[in-house]
């Protein structure tokens, strides 16, 4: 079975996130649903409220980012 984890840092600044891509043109899904789909790893359990689309450029040298759109999961 599993055990709980807890994230030492303030839940309320901690902003866990998956990148499955970074894309700067148009193009084909393809390579990445393969890629994603054949990943190996172990498992584990996490709760997730939802999902973000998510905008991100390094317009002043930093990884900045703003939600396109946002999907709640319940």
Request: glycine share 4%; aromatic share 10%; no cysteine.
């Amino acid at each position: 079975m599993f055990g709980e984890e807890q994230v030492p840092e303030n839940a309320n600044k901690f902003r866990p996130h998956v990148s499955v891509a970074y894309l700067t043109a148009d193009g084909f899904s393809a390579p990445y649903v393969e890629t994603v789909s054949s990943a190996k790893g172990e498992k584990a359990r996490a709760t997730i409220a939802h999902v973000d689309l998510i905008e991100m450029h390094r317009d002043r040298q930093m990884y900045e980012w703003q939600t396109v759109e946002a999907l709640p999961l319940a």
